[in-house]
């Protein structure tokens, strides 16, 4: 998932949460009863995990371009520049 996948995704859970959470309040009021209110929002809760959290393609349109590696010292070479410093630090 790259960034603006990430930004899609916490919009998409934000406002499906607070969509359901609204409808459910307003048809909990009219009937008197908080249970609606708590299955309206149990439903948007879980209908945006299940659009928010997998890693779907449509999270994946703007790659991180990576930057390519850099060439590898081998490990010796780097211990004999430490201890030769080492030394002339001595």
Do not use: C
Request: aromatic share 22%; hydrophobic share 50%.
């Amino acid at each position: 998932m790259d960034f603006k996948g990430q930004q899609l995704s916490e919009q998409i859970f934000f406002y499906l949460i607070i969509f359901f959470g609204s409808i459910g309040w307003v048809y909990g009021w009219y009937h008197s009863s908080f249970y609606y209110t708590f299955l309206f929002w149990l439903l948007g809760t879980t209908i945006s995990i299940v659009l928010a959290v997998p890693d779907w393609p449509m999270f994946n349109r703007h790659p991180v371009q990576w930057l390519s590696p850099l060439a590898e010292r081998p490990v010796m070479q780097e211990r004999e520049a430490i201890a030769n410093a080492q030394k002339a630090g001595l």
